[in-house]
């Protein structure tokens, strides 16, 4: 299908291990727009992430997410990837032995469909182009599935399975997390290159330093597992400047992570990865 996505989330609420982190999400994306959320760490932006992938810990308790209209929660996780969601993990995973070249082609082939797979030369002539848009090395395509790749590595394989699977619906969850300016650059490029009215996005992120590279048309605040506040590109400066506290006080929010238990309250920026 090539016509134009629509995404909409509707009174999302999302529990893991019986803790309710998303209550009550609206949002709807378009093909052509790219949309940010932003918020502190511990806000339910990675739980939002992985719900609408499919994961499967994290439990639908209410609410709707469709996809042209098609039922997204009714969907396993490769029909949502078949459907064309498409997430960049915050965390990737290793995977060890399986190539990534094992990886990527079989992934190609099971959004194209029986019968329609890929030929090994045309696979390979369209890795090696992708590769040497996001300057990596050739021989990563025979490492194990991310086994001991630095952080940036791994953001650029996301990122480089995003260029070759061509989702309608691409998530990144902090893809500009351990990245240096230049790498930053490079993926910046590549999503910037995929931009097209056919497809829509979900940049997730902490900072505002990725949206100087990639401009976003909607910019969202995630607190306390919904979105709080939105805006254009100036919200995003505007926390840039002056961090997250006014939109706290404008809204009477006093703490703005969801899922903890009071005593176990941490500072933020001291959650730990998950994956
Ligand atoms: P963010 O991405 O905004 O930092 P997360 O969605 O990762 O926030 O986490 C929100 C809350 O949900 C946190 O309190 C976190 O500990 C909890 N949480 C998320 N995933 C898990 C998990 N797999 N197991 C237990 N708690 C989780
Ligand atoms: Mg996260």
Redesign the pocket.
């Known amino acids: 299908m090539s016509s134009a996505p629509k995404l909409t989330i509707e009174g999302l609420r999302a529990t ?2 019986g ?1 309710e ?1 998303l209550k009550g999400l609206n949002l709807e994306i378009k093909g052509g727009e790219v949309h940010a959320i932003m ?1 502190p ?8 992430a992985s719900t609408l992938m499919g994961h499967p ?1 994290y439990e639908v308790t209410d609410g709707a997410v469709t996809l042209d209209g098609e039922d997204v929660l009714e969907m396993a996780v490769d029909e949502r990837a078949r459907a064309g969601l498409f997430l960049a993990m ?1 965390y990737p995973s290793e995977i060890t032995g399986v190539t990534n070249a094992d990886f990527l082609r079989s992934a190609i082939n099971a959004r194209r469909g029986e019968g329609n797979e890929i030929s090994l030369i045309k696979f390979i002539r369209l890795m090696e182009g992708k590769m040497k848009d996001l300057e990596m090395n050739p021989e990563f395509m025979h490492r194990y599935l991310n086994e001991g790749f630095s952080g940036g590595e791994k953001k650029r394989n996301e990122i480089l399975q995003m260029l070759v699977l061509e989702p309608r619906l691409v998530i990144l969850d902090e893809i500009d997390s351990g990245l240096d300016i230049d790498a930053l650059r490079i993926v910046a490029n590549g999503v910037n290159a995929m931009r097209s009215p056919e497809r829509g996005f979900l940049i997730i992120t902490h900072y505002q330093r990725l949206l100087n590279y990639i401009t976003p048309d909607f910019v969202h605040v ?1 607190m306390q597992g919904r979105i709080v506040k939105s805006g254009g590109p100036e919200l995003a400066q505007r926390l840039e400047n002056e961090g997250y506290d006014w939109v706290k006080e404008e809204l009477g929010i006093v703490d703005e ?4 238990e009071d005593e176990f309250k941490v500072p933020m920026n001291t ?1 730990a990865p ?1 994956y």
């Open positions: 893991i291990e803790k982190i918020g760490n511990g806000t339910g932006k990675s739980t939002l810990k915050q995630m992570t969801v899922g903890q959650t998950r």
